[in-house]
């Protein structure tokens, strides 16, 4: 029979033995083991205080095996929760750190997974105040603010249009292989099966990226309305789109176009000699500022992003001197609202711009009008497209979702996250406000 003291005996016994886990390790193994332990712990309070007032759910797998949930539980658009797998402890020690591009950049090593609702992770970024850390704003001031000479123009635009051409193919539309804001006829129905659904363009009874991109460039030669026989010149001409749809629907003479990308030049090259005679087209492989010539009419579709920012008022007046007065300009870019701190001290910003678009910049709408309105045109109308590009951002995140495995082969995979995190975070950003996309219709004075 036990008596009261053995008991205790046998229980004080039981509490001095080391964990079932830990028999047979040494001390510092085991020392390891609770501080992981806590170290996950740490992590799991952090997470749920930091989105106690996220809409959202998150989803968090750790290294030591457990599963825990933040945020709320409204329903996104998209479907499914973020769900994020912390590998390593040092991808934990970055985000306890509130550095969150180091854990963006974690993410791209693969010491962490993000999956499910990408969708989510700048709104995470928003409600959490993820920012960068005061030792990396310096040096991002500093090397983003140079002036974009000819020499980077051409580094830059490369870097980012002139990976493997089958990679772009299996995510942008397959009629036009626009690289900018398509026109949706619904741009707030974004479901994932309707996006992935390729169209061929202009005849679709469907709203398919594919005649969305079609929409885009016909509102922009319908606002030129040429006289038979004018010319146009398109600056970041892409592969040829605007120029194939100003021939097929209007009596241009001539049209011209310029991009720095090999990829696109060559495409789109072909594309256009398949369907006109040559002599009423040309697109050339170079910078925009080496053509001399005066047109009747201009459109620019996104290329402004990449003058740096310094180049907008340079930009703006290269134009002015090769239109005619009275011409008409098509200006459409990316913007973004009016900050305290500098643009370049956002992490999502700045990750893009690491890696996936170097060189790139984002001027508030004022700037642009400013720019515009000192240097020679005037501003007929100025039309807000986010939510157009949200759904062509989302549809390119879908397609290329679909086709991992495919881009992967051509790009590697620190590309294709790197990508992930552009595409699903600016979706978002124009969802949010953060980000704009707008239209400006102008002429020459």
């Known amino acids: 029979m036990e008596t009261p003291r053995r008991a205790r005996a046998l229980q004080r016994i039981e509490q001095m033995a080391p964990p079932a886990a830990h028999r047979g390790a040494t001390t510092k193994q085991v020392a390891e083991v609770r501080s992981g332990g806590a170290l996950a712990e740490r992590v799991r309070a952090f997470a749920q205080q930091k989105l106690s007032d996220f809409p959202w759910p998150v989803v968090f797998h750790d290294w030591t095996g457990a599963t825990y949930e933040a945020g709320g539980s409204e329903k996104h658009w998209s479907p499914g929760p973020l769900v994020v797998t912390l590998k390593t402890e040092r991808a934990a020690r970055t985000l306890l750190g509130h550095d969150a591009l180091g854990f963006l950049d974690r993410f791209l090593e693969g010491e962490v997974d993000l999956t499910g609702n990408l969708y989510l992770l700048t709104d995470i970024k928003r409600y959490a105040r993820f920012d960068l850390k005061a030792l990396q704003k310096v040096p991002s001031l500093l090397l983003h603010a140079a002036f974009q000479d000819r020499a980077r123009a051409r580094v830059n635009v490369r870097s980012h249009y002139d990976i493997p051409q089958e990679a772009l193919n299996l995510y942008l539309d397959r009629s036009y292989q626009s690289y900018s804001c398509a026109f949706f006829e619904d741009p707030t129905k974004r479901e994932p099966g309707d996006l992935l659904r390729v169209g061929a363009g202009e005849a679709d009874a469907f709203d398919s990226l594919e005649k969305a991109q079609w929409r885009k460039f016909k509102d922009a030669v319908d606002f030129v309305a040429p006289a038979p026989g004018e010319t146009l010149l398109d600056i970041g001409c892409g592969y040829g789109g605007q120029l194939r749809v100003a021939l097929e629907n209007h009596p241009f003479g001539k049209v011209v176009g310029w ?30 500022r080496e053509e001399t010539r005066v047109f009747d009419h201009v459109t620019s579709t996104g290329m402004v992003c990449h003058v740096g920012p310094r180049g907008l008022v340079p930009y703006v007046r290269h134009i002015r001197k090769h239109i005619r007065t009275g011409g008409r300009y098509l200006h459409h870019c990316m913007m973004i609202s009016h900050r305290r701190v500098p643009h370049d001290w956002d992490v999502g910003i700045i990750f893009n711009k690491k890696y996936v678009w170097p060189g790139f910049h984002w001027f508030t709408p004022a700037t642009h009008v400013r720019a515009l309105e000192q240097n020679g045109f005037v501003v007929r109308r100025m039309v807000n497209r986010s939510e157009h590009y949200a759904k062509t951002t989302a549809a390119w995140y879908e397609r290329m979702m679909a086709e991992k495995e495919a881009v992967i082969g051509h790009v590697g995979e620190p590309t294709f996250r790197a990508w992930q995190v552009f595409l699903a975070g600016v979706t978002a950003s124009y969802l949010n406000g953060e980000v704009y996309l707008y239209r400006l219709y102008c002429e020459a004075v």
Do not use: C
């Open 259 to 288: 991009t720095l990308s090999a990829n696109q030049a060559r495409e789109g090259a072909g594309r256009l000699a398949a369907r006109f005679d040559e002599s009423r087209w040309e697109i050339n492989e170079g910078d925009y």
